[in-house]
C-alpha cells in the first residue's frame, strides 16, 4: 500500500536517544514497525483496529501510544525534536477550537471524579468547555515561521487566549517577532511579553497597527 507511513532509518536514530531504555523483561516490539503505526494511525484519523496488518496486533499499537503518553514519553520527544533546530527567530501563536466527544460530559459511575481524571484537565481544570457552538476543547498552537509546532495547550473551549501566550513564549525569550491575532491583544499581556522578551534581547516587536521599528521594546504583529 503506497500511502502507508513509515519511519526513515535516519529518523530512527534522532528517535532512538528520546526512547525509554528501562524496558523490563521481554524487550519490546520492533519500535520503527510500531512508532510508524501509531503514526499511520494518528495522521489517518482512522481508529486503531483499522490499523493495516502489516504494522503488526492493533493491541500492541494502542497500548504502546496509551503508556508512553502516560510515562510523557511522546510529550519529550516532541519537545526535543521542536529545539532541535534552535531556537526560532520569528513565532506564530493561534488557536483553534475541537469539538469534544459526546460523551465528554459524563460517563459510567457519575460525576465522581476518577484516578484518571487529571488527563482531562488543565491545571485542574477540565480541557472541554461549553461555549457557543457546544462543548468544545481549544487547542493553543505555537509555530516556527515555516508552521512547524514548537509548542502547545488544550484548554477547555470558553478558556481566553491571552492567558495561555505566556505560557506557550517563555521557553523561547530569544525570539525576535511574534505574529498573533487580535485575541492576544490586551494591554496587560502585550506588558508581559514586553518584559519577557525585552529582559533577553531588547527585541523590537511590533503590536497590531503598527510597523516593527516603532513599537515598544516587544509587542505583536
Known sequence: MSDLFWLSEAQMRRLAPLLPSDTRGKPRVDDRRVISGIVHVLRSGGRWVDAPAVYGPRKTLYNRFVRWRAKGVWERVFRALARAGGPPAELLLDSSHVKAHRSAGGGKGGSARKPSGGRGTHRG????????????????ALTDHLGRPIGFELTAGQHGDAPVALALLA????????????????????????????????AKLGRRGTTPGSAPAAGWV
Open 125 to 140: 481544570k477540565p480541557r472541554w468547555g461549553p461555549p457557543r457552538g457546544g462543548r468544545t476543547t481549544k487547542i493553543h
Open 171 to 202: 521557553p523561547w525569550p530569544s525570539a525576535k517577532l511574534c505574529i498573533a491575532d487580535a485575541a492576544y491583544d490586551p494591554t496587560w499581556t502585550v506588558e508581559n511579553v514586553k518584559c519577557l522578551f525585552s529582559c533577553a534581547n531588547s
